[in-house]
């Protein structure tokens, strides 16, 4: 069974930096997909900000090209997001997903808080 563990979530004035980590565990596929999404205070849906493919290919949603970065170590089992400039707008629960290549959110990790203040 999979699970991820998020961490690194914070208060930070704009402009500021954070970088979360998503510890994965239980991933058996040789083909997969992790990505993180964010959910705002008020917005009933979660948004999609960056995946990873096993195959190295990365993608991000136009609102965080620029500023966030998604990588992975696979020796640790943990992808990360790096977020810089950070706007009070960034304000959400981040959340690590993952998935089968092509499908980065059928698991879901608990989320952690990022707060962004002007």
């Given at each position: 069974q999979v699970q991820l563990v998020e961490s690194?979530?914070?208060?930070?004035?704009s402009g500021g930096s954070l970088k979360l980590s998503c510890e994965f565990s239980g991933?058996?596929?040789?083909?997969?997909?992790?990505?993180?999404?964010?959910?705002a205070p008020g917005k009933a849906e979660r948004e999609g900000l960056a995946t990873i493919e096993s195959d190295g290919s990365i993608s991000y949603?136009?609102?965080v090209k620029g500023r966030f970065t998604i990588s992975q170590d696979n020796a640790k089992n943990t992808v990360y997001l790096q977020m810089n400039n950070?706007?009070?707008?960034?304000?959400a629960t981040y959340y690590c997903t993952s998935?089968?290549?092509?499908?980065?959110?059928?698991?879901?990790?608990?989320?952690?808080q990022v707060t962004v203040s002007s």
């Open positions: 690194g979530g914070g208060s930070v004035q991933y058996t596929s040789s083909s997969w997909c992790m990505g993180w999404f964010r959910q949603a136009d609102y950070l706007k009070p707008s960034d304000t998935g089968d290549a092509g499908i980065c959110n059928t698991v879901w990790g608990q989320g952690t």
